[in-house]
């Protein structure tokens, strides 16, 4: 009888071995995480290790991408990526033994790293986490790679056994990793979203004045003039929501100060209490996003601290760090204009703030973009120079000083809605925190610009709310309506044309707001393509200089086509001429991704 030899396993059973053995540590360890509360998941320690190794750029294009889902997406895209990376090692393996179980020991002390630096997992359970997903990796993987190994002598009846059972046993233990993984992520993200119980927030010495008459527009669809805390954007670093121990939370206040001192949560909340209605925006806010939003804010002054601090000479920036260790920082001049009230803020409409927002304080200051003011879970304010320091997003490119342009946006019609013929409402909101809201305008298909209704301003620092009736009988070319709205603020005029460059690329458009719908009956021709090469220029808030080359292209060439093949009152548009806006928009986004 022959001796029975083994032959290597084939590469899709490599494959499939490191990709079950990886798989299978990686559920362990997500349900561990689920089960022990400072558990670390090695899906959020890695992601929040690509965070803060972002290059330039990154996060713009990300949430330009995806919006408020990039912490999802960003999660997906690490579990495939491990999942990848151990197919691979499977791979590694079949060629060169012990290569692939090195490679997961590797794994496994670069997840270690990642979810030690991370104050939000306890580090015993991190090395714990770490030895059990790397021991499952390291053990399954040779056992797997022997079970998927050919013996030669075998008869085909026999390979065809050995084969089922490699795939019987690789079926059951993706299935064991796959249901691990699933219910550790499910019961972390509950924990995670459950609400803690928290003291009530002392009432404000100060409470704000009551709403003005007509501060609020009776339009279904219309973004509400107070929007309420579930329905608020988030835009931050972290993947979890953090949930901070307010009995041991504490605020330290020092750096340039003649007096620094820490407060306790009781400490911060014994202070006088005052409320305002601040409108705070997010700089990757797109035309016509909603990365922006109103709130009831309940705090202390942010002066009353740096008075009690003493706050020295020199000092030129304020910087706010989170409990993890981000930082934004603005310049101490912000805060010497009148009537500009930044707080400590510890209420949200009304009730402590939510996790999410910050809980248990934040800051709040009027007129700035969040990356440069608004800090969450805040547990110290140090003052400095603007020279000495460079908060979390600056060494990646971007300006350290940065007021919340002026901005519209259309809320009712929707993007794309489809209409009937007859009056339609135009409405939506416009801000400039916190300079004001003068007027807001509205023109339809390139007609004139006809001043709307709006609604009694809250104070400077909030958006107001803004209306225009249309009738649909003027609109382009019975497909497509262009609909664009612009404002002037308190401090002078703005046109739509007015940008200016805050992110890395890209400029943050200060004013217009447009939009595309469709109608459900032809309607007459108008004015063609000329505002669809305005729009080119825009839509993607691109370089200016591309955007205005382009768009000037693209608007003289839609005018062109349509003198040469449109008629007037007929419907139909020629393919050459629709193309103009698309590859307009094509080049403009490939610009903003490579330029």
């Not at 362990?28 to 400072?38: D, Q, R, V, W």
């Not at 690509?50 to 999802?72: M, R």
């Not at 670069?110 to 986490?129: I, K, M, N, Q, S």
Request: aromatic share 8%; net charge negative; proline share 7%.
């Amino acid at each position: 009888m022959e001796p029975m030899t083994l032959q290597r396993p084939s590469r899709w059973a490599a494959a499939g071995a490191g990709l079950i053995a990886g798989g299978l540590g990686l559920g362990a360890a997500e349900l561990l995480a689920g089960l022990l509360p400072g558990a670390p998941s090695p899906i959020l320690s890695i992601g929040s290790l690509l965070v803060a190794l972002q290059p330039p750029n990154a996060k713009q294009l990300v949430v330009d991408l995806f919006g408020t889902s990039d912490k999802a997406v960003l999660s997906v895209a690490v579990l495939v990526g491990a999942l990848g990376l151990s197919a691979l090692l499977g791979l590694l393996e079949r060629s060169r033994p012990r290569w692939g179980v090195a490679g997961f020991v590797a794994l496994g002390l670069l997840t270690l790293g990642a979810a030690l630096r991370d104050p939000l997992f306890d580090r015993v359970l991190a090395v714990v986490a770490a030895l059990l997903a790397t021991g499952i990796s390291v053990g399954t993987l040779p056992r797997l790679l022997r079970l998927g190994t050919p013996r030669t002598s075998r008869t085909p009846r026999m390979l065809d056994f050995d084969r089922r059972r490699f795939l019987g046993a690789g079926v059951a233990l993706a299935g064991v990793a796959a249901t691990s993984g699933v219910v550790g992520r499910v019961l972390l993200e509950r924990r995670a979203s459950a609400a803690s119980a928290v003291p009530p927030v002392p009432s404000p010495g100060e409470s704000a004045a009551p709403l003005p008459n007509g501060a609020e527009l009776q339009v279904d669809g219309i973004s509400p003039l107070i929007v309420p805390n579930e329905q608020f954007y988030r835009i931050d670093t972290s993947l979890l929501t953090p949930h901070v121990d307010a009995a041991t939370w504490q605020l330290r206040v020092d750096g340039m100060v003649d007096n620094p001192f820490t407060l306790t949560y009781d400490g911060l909340l014994a202070m006088p209490l005052f409320e305002q209605y601040v409108t705070i925006a997010c700089v990757s806010n797109e035309v016509g996003g909603d990365l922006v939003g109103n709130a009831l804010w309940r705090g202390v002054r942010l002066q009353a601290l740096l008075d009690r601090a003493g706050v020295q000479a020199g000092a030129t920036q304020v910087v706010g760090e989170s409990f993890d260790g981000w930082t934004a920082g603005f310049p101490t001049g912000w805060l010497d204009e009148p009537g500009r009230e930044a707080m400590v803020a510890v209420a949200m409409n009304g009730s402590p703030l939510p996790a999410e927002h910050g809980f248990p304080a934040r800051l709040i200051v009027p007129g700035l973009y969040g990356y440069v003011s608004a800090t969450k879970w805040l547990t110290h304010i140090r003052l400095t120079t603007l020279e000495a320091f460079d908060a979390y997003w600056v060494p990646l490119g971007w300006s350290k000083e940065a007021p919340i342009l002026t901005q519209s946006r259309i809320d009712v019609p929707r993007f794309g809605a489809s209409l009937s013929a007859g009056m339609q409402p135009v409405a939506g909101v416009a801000w400039a925190p916190d300079r004001g809201v003068e007027r807001v305008e509205v023109q339809i298909d390139g007609g004139t610009w006809n001043q709307a209704e709006m609604s009694t301003p809250i104070s400077d620092a909030t958006w107001v709310q803004w209306q225009e009736g249309w009738k649909e009988s003027i609109i382009l070319g019975g497909v497509l309506g262009i609909m664009a709205a612009w404002l002037a603020t308190q401090a002078g005029g703005v046109t739509p044309e007015v940008a200016k460059s805050i992110v890395p690329f890209g400029y943050a458009l200060s004013a217009i707001s447009l939009i595309f719908l469709a109608f459900d009956r032809p309607v007459p021709v108008t004015h063609h393509m000329t505002l669809m090469g305005a729009l080119g220029a825009v839509t993607f808030g691109g370089n200016v200089l591309w955007g205005a080359v382009f768009g000037i292209i693209a608007a003289f060439a839609g005018e062109l086509f349509s003198r040469l093949f449109l008629i007037h009152g007929d419907t139909h548009i020629d393919p050459p001429a629709w193309a103009i806006f698309p590859v307009t928009t094509l080049i403009l986004l490939l610009d903003k991704v490579f330029g």
